[in-house]
C-alpha cells in the first residue's frame, strides 16, 4: 500500500486549479499522513498562539487525482483506519466559538494521549478519532479549507471516522481529494472551534461511482445513512438535510412525499456536526434497518 505524506503536499484551499499530489486509479487504498490543523505549530502550551501563521490552519493533504472521476459521478471514500498522533491541542480564543465573547485571550492546552483516553487535567476523555476535513475541488472559485460546503471540507462531523463510507459529489475532473484536520475526540457542535487537534494518518480506498449523483456530501456506516449540508445557518442547513434524504428515498423507494415524511418524523434523527465555522453543518440520518425493509439502497 502506498503513502502520501504531507510532505508531498498540503493544500489550504478546495480549489479546481490546484495541481494534484497523486493520480490514483479507482478502487484505490492509500495511507494519507496529515499536519493537525494547526500545522503542528502548537507543540507546547509556552507557544504564544496569537502569534502562530494563521495563514497555515487546517492544512489538508492533497490533492488526490482519481482517475475516471468526472462531474456528475460520485467519489466513495471508505475509511479504512486513523492513526493519531501522541498529544494533542485544543484552543480558545475572543470571538472564537460559542463563547469567545466571555473569552478574554488566546489559551491553549497540550493534551496527552495515552490509552485511548485524552489526558485533560485529571480526567481520562474518551478517544474519538475522527476527520474534520475532507473532501473534493467544487466547480466554481476555491473554498479555504476552514469552510464546509457542498464539496465537503471542514464539516466537523464526529462520524467522520474508522469505518464509515462518505459519499461526495463530483464537480471537476479526478475529483481532486483531499482531507486533514484529525481530532483525538470532539463532540458535536465543536463548541470552542477547535476539538483535540492532532496529526495522523487515515487510510482510504477510493472509487468513483457511475450513474449516480448529489448534490451534498453523504455517509454512511453500519447503524444509519446520512444527508450533510452546510449553510449559512443551522436552521438552513438541517431542513435542506431532511429535504434532499426525504427526495432521494422518495426516489428511490416509490413511495409518496408524505408517507417517507412520515417515516422520517418517527424513525429519522436531525442532528448538528457543527456550530462554528463560517457555514453551519448539519445531517440527517435515517437507521438502515428501514432502508432495508424498504428495500432500498441509497448509494454504493
Same mark, same amino acid.
Given at each position: 500500500?502506498?503513502?502520501?505524506?504531507?510532505?508531498?503536499?498540503?493544500?489550504?484551499?478546495?480549489?479546481?486549479?490546484?495541481?494534484?499530489?497523486?493520480?490514483?486509479?479507482?478502487?484505490?487504498?492509500?495511507?494519507? #499522513?496529515?499536519?493537525?490543523?494547526?500545522?503542528?505549530?502548537?507543540?507546547?502550551?509556552?507557544?504564544?498562539?496569537?502569534?502562530?501563521?494563521?495563514?497555515?490552519?487546517? *492544512?489538508?493533504?492533497?490533492?488526490?487525482?482519481?482517475?475516471?472521476?468526472?462531474?456528475?459521478?460520485?467519489?466513495?471514500?471508505?475509511?479504512?483506519? !486513523?492513526?493519531?498522533?501522541?498529544?494533542?491541542? =485544543?484552543?480558545?480564543? *475572543?470571538?472564537?466559538?460559542?463563547?469567545?465573547?466571555?473569552?478574554?485571550? =488566546?489559551?491553549?492546552?497540550?493534551?496527552?494521549?495515552?490509552?485511548?483516553?485524552? !489526558?485533560?487535567?485529571?480526567?481520562?476523555?474518551?478517544?474519538?478519532? =475522527?476527520?474534520?476535513? !475532507?473532501?473534493?475541488?467544487?466547480?466554481?472559485?476555491?473554498?479555504?479549507?476552514?469552510? *464546509?460546503?457542498?464539496?465537503?471540507?471542514?464539516?466537523?462531523?464526529?462520524?467522520?471516522?474508522?469505518?464509515?463510507?462518505?459519499?461526495? *459529489?463530483?464537480?471537476? #475532473?479526478?475529483?481532486?481529494?483531499?482531507?486533514?484536520?484529525?481530532?483525538?475526540?470532539?463532540?458535536?457542535? #465543536?463548541?470552542?472551534?477547535?476539538?483535540?487537534?492532532?496529526?495522523?494518518?487515515?487510510?482510504?480506498?477510493?472509487?468513483?461511482?457511475?450513474?449516480?449523483?448529489?448534490?451534498?456530501?453523504?455517509?454512511?456506516?453500519?447503524?444509519?445513512?446520512?444527508?450533510?449540508?452546510?449553510?449559512?445557518?443551522?436552521?438552513?442547513?438541517?431542513?435542506?438535510?431532511?429535504?434532499?434524504?426525504? #427526495?432521494?428515498?422518495?426516489?428511490?423507494?416509490?413511495?409518496?412525499?408524505?408517507?417517507?415524511?412520515?417515516?422520517?418524523?418517527?424513525?429519522?434523527?436531525?442532528?448538528?456536526?457543527?456550530?462554528?465555522?463560517?457555514?453551519?453543518?448539519?445531517?440527517?440520518?435515517?437507521?438502515?434497518?428501514?432502508?432495508?425493509?424498504?428495500?432500498?439502497?441509497?448509494?454504493?
Amino acid at each position: 500500500m502506498e503513502t502520501l505524506s504531507y510532505e508531498s503536499g498540503i493544500i489550504y484551499e478546495f480549489n479546481k486549479n490546484n495541481k494534484y499530489t497523486k493520480k490514483v486509479a479507482s478502487g484505490t487504498t492509500l495511507k494519507v #499522513e496529515t499536519y493537525d490543523c494547526f500545522q503542528n505549530q502548537i507543540q507546547s502550551e509556552k507557544t504564544e498562539v496569537a502569534a502562530i501563521d494563521w495563514n497555515k490552519i487546517n *492544512p489538508a493533504t492533497g490533492p488526490i487525482y482519481v482517475e475516471g472521476a468526472m462531474p456528475g459521478d460520485v467519489l466513495k471514500v471508505k475509511i479504512e483506519k !486513523i492513526e493519531i498522533g501522541e498529544q494533542g491541542v =485544543m484552543v480558545v480564543g *475572543p470571538e472564537l466559538g460559542v463563547m469567545g465573547h466571555r473569552i478574554e485571550r =488566546m489559551e491553549s492546552k497540550v493534551l496527552p494521549i495515552q490509552d485511548d483516553k485524552v !489526558i485533560f487535567n485529571d480526567l481520562e476523555l474518551p478517544v474519538n478519532k =475522527m476527520i474534520g476535513v !475532507i473532501g473534493v475541488a467544487p466547480v466554481g472559485e476555491g473554498v479555504n479549507c476552514g469552510t *464546509p460546503g457542498a464539496h465537503g471540507g471542514n464539516m466537523d462531523n464526529k462520524m467522520v471516522t474508522e469505518g464509515a463510507t462518505l459519499y461526495f *459529489p463530483v464537480f471537476v #475532473e479526478g475529483a481532486l481529494f483531499g482531507l486533514g484536520d484529525f481530532h483525538a475526540a470532539m463532540g458535536d457542535g #465543536e463548541v470552542s472551534v477547535s476539538g483535540v487537534e492532532v496529526p495522523g494518518a487515515a487510510t482510504v480506498t477510493l472509487d468513483v461511482i457511475k450513474g449516480e449523483s448529489i448534490d451534498h456530501p453523504m455517509l454512511e456506516n453500519e447503524e444509519v445513512f446520512t444527508q450533510i449540508v452546510s449553510a449559512e445557518t443551522l436552521d438552513e442547513a438541517a431542513k435542506l438535510a431532511t429535504q434532499e434524504m426525504v #427526495e432521494r428515498i422518495v426516489d428511490k423507494s416509490g413511495l409518496p412525499v408524505s408517507e417517507v415524511t412520515m417515516l422520517m418524523s418517527a424513525v429519522g434523527q436531525s442532528e448538528i456536526c457543527q456550530i462554528v465555522d463560517p457555514l453551519m453543518t448539519a445531517r440527517f440520518a435515517v437507521p438502515k434497518w428501514l432502508l432495508e425493509k424498504l428495500d432500498v439502497r441509497l448509494l454504493g
